[in-house]
């Protein structure tokens, strides 16, 4: 499945797409998710307590397009770089963006930009650069109908403005549905779950990808 403008795969955190809504909403256990060796994970003890928190490296996927790695791959590195850290409980903190726009770049080409202040509009103008924009988010945005409770925690791909020229196309890891995993959204609306802050990529030589200190994000669901 793509955007409608752009060949950009859709990839969620979770193996089985379609227990992403039993998960994040209903409380199976991802241990049971019968795909869970597709991410890459060693057991399905590795992949329950990590898929969750893997928002950010499914949005990485996702840009790296048709042959990305596999998404517990992608953690590996982001975790070799001190993209993710464990506190002495074991407790997952991340991404961290500036070990991740190291990690992007030195190891799958990337140009990797931290926006640690980025308005809607300038996020428009990235993308008008040729940039997908990993955002920050409120998990929340996949019923934007709703109040916002809170704004930032969680990551989504920004790939495109819509045709009206005043939205955005983004891909979200934790979409529940077809149409939130591949969904659009007028700024207006996009902003009240927006933290202002997130990474830009861009292939180097300058085409799209795939066709700080500062924490980013922590569990994606």
């Not at 490296?57 to 982001?78: E, I, K, N, Q, W």
Request: charged residues 20%; proline residues 7%.
């Amino acid at each position: 499945m793509s955007c409608p403008t752009c060949q950009v795969p859709v990839h969620t955190q979770f193996a089985s797409s379609d227990l992403v809504g039993p998960i994040v909403e209903g409380g199976l256990d991802p241990a049971s998710d019968p795909a869970w060796a597709e991410s890459g994970a060693k057991s399905p003890a590795e992949y329950a307590r990590w898929a969750g928190h893997l928002c950010g490296m499914t949005c990485l996927r996702m840009a790296l397009g048709a042959d990305a790695p596999s998404l517990f791959a992608l953690r590996d590195g982001a975790l070799e770089y001190g993209a993710y850290t464990e506190d002495g409980d074991g407790e997952i903190r991340g991404l961290v963006y500036a070990p991740f726009a190291t990690y992007v770049r030195e190891k799958h080409g990337l140009e990797a930009t931290v926006h640690r202040h980025l308005a809607p509009a300038e996020i428009l103008d990235l993308l008008d650069e040729g940039r997908f924009v990993m955002a920050s988010v409120h998990y929340a945005i996949r019923h934007p109908r709703r109040p916002a409770p809170g704004r930032g925690g969680h990551l989504v791909l920004l790939t495109s403005r819509t045709a009206d020229g005043t939205g955005v196309h983004f891909h979200n890891p934790s979409g529940t549905s077809a149409a939130t995993r591949a969904a659009e959204l007028p700024t207006a609306a996009f902003e009240r779950f927006f933290a202002g802050r997130g990474v830009s990529l861009r292939a180097t030589g300058g085409a799209a990808p795939g066709a700080d200190t500062a924490t980013g994000a922590g569990p994606g669901a």
